[in-house]
């Protein structure tokens, strides 16, 4: 199973500031991910990418934007935080089938997030 | 689209109660299916995956899914649940050839002990 972290787990901000959330995995999955999730709804995914210098921006429109500069690293940068971006954030990663992987995700703790 | 229901919003057992949960998905060609877990205050598990084969397939903590292909159904089961399975359980499907996970909207799970 994959080790993926996140940093930090809760965050508390006021509006107007900038934030980055951090998310690292060890076992060298090429395939990487952030959803968003609010209480009790399913996940949306925000943003994906499927290897260095490769981001997508994922089914829900975000304002959040990401970079892959390391295959291990993936963070998620808000700009400029609001009220509207208060969610946990979930990252995950996963291997590539080409390569003989499964595709199977794994999840990271999450960072629940409040914009005040 | 691909799209994935799940039948129950929140489902209420007692201890040792059989338990089945819903998941029917929509999409035209080979899938890989899925049920997460996420225990309360913890991060989400993977519990069983389908890919191929028998389609019963067994998970952790004695849960299984069977893939029925004709009904285009994923059901989670397990005969006899304890306190401790409190959780939310997602059904996630993904074309057999590779793309995005998409999710159901979740099963809240409460147990009484």
């Known amino acids: 199973e994959a080790d993926i972290y996140q940093t930090p787990r809760y965050l508390v901000i006021g509006t107007g500031k900038k934030i980055t959330l951090e998310c690292s995995q060890t076992?060298?999955?090429?395939?990487m991910y952030w959803y968003q999730q609010d209480p009790g709804m399913e996940l949306h995914l925000i943003h994906y990418?499927?290897?260095?210098?490769?981001?997508e921006k994922g089914d829900l429109s975000s304002e959040s934007t990401v970079s892959r500069i390391r295959t291990e690293h993936f963070p998620l940068t808000l700009e400029s935080a609001r009220p509207s971006h208060t969610s946990q954030y979930l990252c995950?990663?996963?291997?590539?089938?080409?390569?003989?992987?499964?595709?199977?995700?794994?999840f990271g703790p999450g960072t629940r997030l409040t914009v005040l | 689209a691909q799209s994935v229901s799940q039948h129950n919003h929140h489902v209420i057992l007692s201890e040792a109660a059989s338990l089945e949960l819903g998941c029917n998905y929509s999409?035209?060609?080979?899938?890989?299916l899925f049920w997460y877990v996420q225990y309360p205050g913890q991060h989400l598990q993977l519990l069983l995956k389908?890919?191929?084969?028998?389609?019963l397939v067994k998970g952790i903590k004695g849960f299984e899914a069977e893939f029925i292909k004709s009904k285009f159904s994923f059901n989670l089961r397990k005969p006899s649940v304890q306190w401790s399975d409190t959780a939310e359980y997602f059904c996630?499907?993904?074309?057999?050839?590779?793309?995005?996970?998409?999710f159901g909207q979740g099963t809240e799970l409460s147990v009484k002990p």
């Open positions: 995950a990663s996963s291997d590539l089938l080409l390569a003989g992987g499964t595709d199977t995700q794994y």
């Open positions: 076992m060298g999955h090429d395939k």
């Open positions: 990418s499927y290897g260095v210098n490769s981001t």
């Open positions: 999409y035209g060609g080979t899938v890989n």
């Open positions: 389908y890919f191929s084969g028998d389609p």
């Open positions: 996630a499907v993904t074309p057999n050839q590779g793309g995005k996970l998409i």
